[in-house]
């Protein structure tokens, strides 16, 4: 018993599904089944009633078989993704075939099948105005038959039973409007089904969704925190280099783009007078050369530069910083500009000279000391050692004064001139710090 009805299930569903494709919309998908279903019962009646009522001594039953190619011709359209035009060719072919078959073996209920079909428009189309159309086209051809007959005398076949075929066929004709409704209803409910299931999935996202969202609301509130605080410390850190340190923008060219006040206190300049003009400007006479066109070479390969840099006052003196050119890039990765920033080091600078100074004063103090007073005072004490072993002879005393005033001179001489070296030195010195 479950065999054949999964057989004709599996019939049913293949019949009714020629020229389905995934890419349909549910217009498209309800229109081609409508088709497909509309035409496989009326196929299946057509058969069934031809082969009773051929048995039953009708021969003109037979000539409903002309359907069957007609038929093959719109599942074949169907097939090939055709369906607009499976449809139109339907409509216009059908009900002229009909019409045939109703004059052709008249007044067996034939043409009732062309009503059958109009009511069945309603069905097929989608626009009221086609579907007008096609009953007013059905009672066109029916008003064919209908003046043939009233024209024509009729002769009947004594071995047709008219009234049991009249009778078959009314319901027949019936029955394919209703099982057209019912199947029409039938994938109506398939898609509101499909719908309410596409309507669950959506509510159901939609409550991630909204989870989502309140995560994400929580996550954009915390963001908007932590990014108000980092950019309360950036600030922080800019105010701290604006105020501490000196900072500039300079372009590729070696021109000031923008500088901070610090900057222009330390170079004795005011902020116009350094911005749109050349940073060589800073730089001290001897090196301003070298130092420029080597900030132009790095800045051709785009690579930072650090060290200390020795910044020219517009008065008088020079400030020192220990300073990094840092490369600022556009989003394609080209340098179009540099970050100065520049920690002053002046004073440990000066610090670091006056020790040089220092220790180079020392070292010559140290030179004097060793060679211009060191060589009188040993002859002194080589005299006196020799006068106090008594290795000196009387007659020899006046030499041995001589000699002692001569050291004596020397000793004099050079401490005379030490005093003087570092009178001298001790000015310089005094001016550095």
Partial sequence: MHQPMIFLTTIWTKMISVGYTSDMDYSQQTRLFTINAFLTITLCITLLFCSVFFSLGSKGALE??????????IFFLNYKGKIETARTVLILGLLPLLTA???????????????????????????????????????????????????????????????????????ISGFIVVAQSLVFKSIIKRYANQLQEANDVVLTKNKALETSNKLLIAFSGNL???????????????????????????????????VNQVFADHSGYTKEELIHHDIS???????????????????NLGKPWGGELKIKNKVSGYSWTDCVFIPIKNTEGIVVEYLYIGFLITERKQHQQLREKTSTLLENIAYRTSHQIRGPVANIEGLANLIRQGLIKEEEYPRVVDMLITANESLRNATTDLVKFVNEHQEDYLKDR
């Fill in 281 to 299: 400007i800073i730089f001290p006479d001897n090196s301003r050369v070298r130092l420029t066109e080597e900030f132009k070479y790095l800045a």
């Fill in 224 to 258: 908007d925190k932590l990014v108000q605080e980092k950019n309360e410390q950036l600030k922080d850190y800019s105010d701290a280099i604006d105020h501490y340190t000196c900072s500039a923008i300079v372009s590729t060219d070696a021109v000031f783009l923008k």
């Fill in 101 to 171: 078959l109703a004059i052709s073996d008249r007044r067996t209920g034939t043409e009732f099948t062309i009503i059958a079909i109009g009511c069945c428009s309603v069905l097929l189309f989608d626009h009221l105005l086609h579907v007008l159309s096609c009953f007013i086209y059905a009672f066109a051809c029916y008003l064919v038959y209908f003046i043939y007959d009233s024209t024509h005398p009729f002769y009947p076949d004594p071995n047709t039973p008219y009234l049991l075929i009249q009778n078959s066929l009314m319901f």
């Fill in 64 to 73: 409903g078989l002309w359907i069957a190619p007609f038929f093959a011709l």
